[in-house]
Nanobody
């Protein structure tokens, strides 16, 4: 069973930075689409960054220019570097994976991802 485990969340002041990690285990396919989502209580899970095995990356307007998604294949780890954090970035952050590359990069429908991590909380204070 594929397992995703996030870490790196915490509390940071506005303007600060955090790097989230998502360790992926027992994933055997060379093809992938991986993403970071975030969710606040009472709201739908929001996709914010996607990357795939074709080398494409794409971002939500709300984080473009501040967040960077990357992957270390040797460590089987997906990252989300978050800079210039704002209080509205406060949320539970989840990584997700799907062993299929879509025709387009921006695929952020929750049902499009088969595997999910439990999440790591990010709190940005003003």
């Amino acid at each position: 069973q594929v397992q995703l485990v996030e870490s790196g969340g915490g509390t940071v002041q506005a303007g600060g930075s955090l790097r989230l990690s998502c360790v992926v285990s027992r994933y055997t396919s060379s093809r992938y689409r991986m993403a970071w989502f975030r969710q606040v209580p009472g709201k739908e899970r929001e996709g914010i960054a996607v990357m795939d095995s074709d080398g494409r990356t794409c971002y939500a307007d709300s984080v473009r220019g501040r967040f960077t998604i990357s992957k270390d294949n040797a460590k089987n780890t997906l990252y989300l570097q978050m800079n210039s954090l704002k209080p509205e970035d406060t949320a539970m952050y989840h990584c997700a994976a799907e062993p299929w590359v879509a025709p387009v990069c921006w695929v952020v429908v929750v049902e499009s991802y088969r595997y999910w991590g439990q999440g790591t909380q990010v709190t940005v204070s003003s």
